[in-house]
């Protein structure tokens, strides 16, 4: 890869990083890992408002990262790069998956 088409994708993969770098925002995407949601079941499973979920979805849909469908009312979020979906998935199994949290009840009840 050339100098400046590495720039290129050191520019794009940091507005990624800052997109990420929102505990809300990553908390989303985390959810999304697990299907398309609406606003109000984010909503209700991170405690948050619909007024700031919707705020951050906006700022998540505006970036690209996530894709809408209307239906009746509602309106339904999904992840919407393959790119952000693999990174998420990788995110979601290494640090949040109930494997893992069970691994660690092991290791931690194993320990002397």
């Not at 979920?53 to 505006?62: C, F, I």
């Not at 790069?81 to 009840?109: G, H, I, K, P, W």
């Amino acid at each position: 890869m050339n100098t400046q088409d590495m720039q290129q994708t050191v520019t794009e993969v940091s507005r990624l990083m800052k997109v990420l770098s929102s505990e809300n925002r990553l908390m989303i995407l985390c959810q999304l890992v697990e299907g398309e949601k609406s606003v109000g079941t984010l909503a209700g499973l991170l405690g948050m408002r619909d007024a700031s979920m919707s705020q951050q979805l906006s700022l998540l849909r505006k970036d690209g990262l996530v894709a809408t469908r209307r239906e009746g009312q509602a309106i339904y979020y999904a992840l919407a790069r393959d790119d952000v979906a693999q990174l998420m998935r990788f995110l979601y199994d290494t640090y949040c998956s109930a494997n893992r949290q069970n691994e660690e009840t092991v290791d931690n009840d194993t320990r002397p």
